[in-house]
């Protein structure tokens, strides 16, 4: 198992290098190989890229092969909240806006534990009358700070264990809840999104209770970035034929956009910021 400062040292390594294709070379749970090439395009030396290899490598965060690298980090490996809260911010903000704007007053909905969803709770300003329901304490911390309780939201917790680091309620609570309740939309992050192998989760508890938060509702959407494709995790979540709507951003592969609406999702694309 990978100690605590050996995570944090890698999500300060991803942090300074200061750009998403480079982060998500290395977090992605796909086997291609990270060449030092791919370093030298953002003004790093070849002796501080293969010194940096090296020491990932001694890490087991990846795997050096001739040329290059390759990902070390199992499917079950979920990179650290801090990590993925300003990976792509921009664009998980954009998503969230979107989201937030397909959200009518009035309606019951579901938001589902990640960073992504952080951002549709962020975007709801101004709606009236709404009721949430959450095992995320981040997203349940953000309504209770910035709406009025007692006539902008009706805020629900489905409690549970709440799992460190994450901070999301885990176990049979959660999912007994939303088992027991029908919502109008559920807006669900994911860990992995591949033609092959449906949806998929990093943590088999996180899949349980999105299992159970799917089923509750009458339409289910999801909303990741791009990165979030062709990337198969730890624990099945369920087919794509369970997802009804999906928000990403507009670096989605024409391949995948083709496949995803040919299985009947539609798909909204939003733009990358400047």
Not at 157 to 163: A, E, K, P, Y
């Amino acid at each position: 198992m990978l100690s605590s400062n050996k995570i944090k040292r890698f999500g300060d390594f991803l942090e300074c290098k200061q750009n998403d294709s480079v982060k998500s070379s290395l977090t992605s749970m796909n086997t291609s190989k990270l060449a030092s090439r791919k370093f030298e395009m953002f003004n790093v030396s070849e002796m501080t890229a293969r010194r940096d290899l090296r020491e990932l490598d001694r890490e087991g965060l990846l795997r050096r092969v001739h040329g290059g690298a390759m990902n070390g980090l199992g499917r079950s490996y979920e990179p650290p909240y801090l990590t993925r809260s300003t990976h792509n911010h921009d664009v998980k903000r954009a998503i969230g806006v979107y989201a937030a704007s397909m959200i009518k007053d009035g309606e019951s909905i579901a938001l589902d534990v990640g960073t992504t969803t952080l951002e549709v709770a962020r975007a709801l300003e101004g709606k009236r009358n709404l009721t949430v329901i959450t095992a995320s304490l981040p997203i349940a911390n953000d309504i209770v700070t910035r709406f009025t309780l007692d006539s902008e939201v009706r805020l629900i917790l489905t409690g549970g264990i709440v799992r460190a680091g994450e901070l999301s309620m885990i176990g049979q609570f959660p999912a007994h809840f939303y088992s027991e309740i029908h919502v109008d939309k559920a807006f669900l992050g994911m860990g992995g999104i591949s033609l092959e192998d449906g949806l998929t989760e990093y943590n088999l508890d996180d899949a349980l209770v999105k299992k159970s938060l799917i089923k509750s509702a009458q339409q289910t959407i999801l909303v990741v970035d791009s990165t979030k494709f062709s990337r198969t995790t730890f624990a099945s979540v369920g087919p794509l034929s369970v997802v009804d709507e999906l928000i990403t951003d507009s670096r989605i592969s024409l391949e995948m956009l083709n496949a995803l609406q040919n299985q009947g999702i539609e798909v909204h694309l939003v733009n990358i910021p400047d």
